[in-house]
């Protein structure tokens, strides 16, 4: 969304292509940079908001010839990263309206829509069918989903399904300890439900 920077991300793109198609990945985080430095967000918004369209456009014209989707993710400007352009679902979904293609997604990050605007059983609700991607992370530590804090991941996991989701659920956070530690909520969890490890059903063996 960076204006004089549209030569930049197009070479970016098409080497994140290069790198998707090499290890399989059909989907690209298309990210919408930061507010210059120095510039008041509410002055250059309509600028940013343009330059973002277009680019996306691009994008998404050149991922539909590989048969991939690219995502955009909203994230919070309130702790992570105060000049993020992209930093609300509402946001997101408005600009994906504009751009007008089937292959850009919502890539919804718990943690961050958790931290700009709470409400997120009515936010997974209402933006269901435009996401193409969950990322969770405990609120406020950014640990495991296990770990203190305000989601109640097991309800939301249940909503998940509920509402259809058959896509991965990607786990950006920072264990407190090491990585195969920091998925024992992933077997407790399973455990839970009546599931062996891996997810399947200890009925079905």
């Not at 997120?120 to 950014?142: C, D, K, M, W």
């Not at 305000?150 to 659920?169: A, H, R, W």
Request: charged share 20%; with cysteine; proline share 6%.
């Amino acid at each position: 969304a960076v204006p004089g920077r549209q030569a930049a991300f197009r070479q970016g793109l098409a080497a994140a292509v290069q790198y998707a198609k090499a290890v399989g990945c059909p989907r690209i985080h298309l990210m919408a940079g930061r507010v210059p430095m120095g510039a008041d967000r509410a002055a250059v918004a309509g600028e940013m908001e343009t330059t973002f369209i277009e680019n996306l456009r691009y994008a998404a014209d050149l991922l539909a010839q590989e048969d991939m989707i690219g995502l955009v993710e909203p994230i919070n400007n309130r702790i992570t990263d105060p000049r993020y352009f992209l930093n609300t679902p509402h946001q997101a979904a408005a600009i994906l309206e504009k751009v007008g293609r089937p292959n850009l997604k919502l890539q919804l990050d718990l943690f961050h829509c958790q931290i700009m605007d709470g409400n997120l059983s009515h936010n997974l609700e209402t933006y269901f069918p435009l996401i193409g991607h969950i990322q969770i992370a405990q609120v406020p530590g950014r640990h495991e989903p296990d770990s203190p804090g305000e989601l109640n991941f097991p309800y939301i996991f249940e909503l998940l399904e509920s509402l259809g989701y058959t896509g991965y659920v990607g786990c950006e956070y920072a264990p407190k300890g090491d990585t195969l530690e920091g998925l024992g909520w992933l077997r407790s969890y399973w455990e839970s439900r009546g599931l062996q490890h891996g997810g399947t059903s200890k009925a079905a063996k």
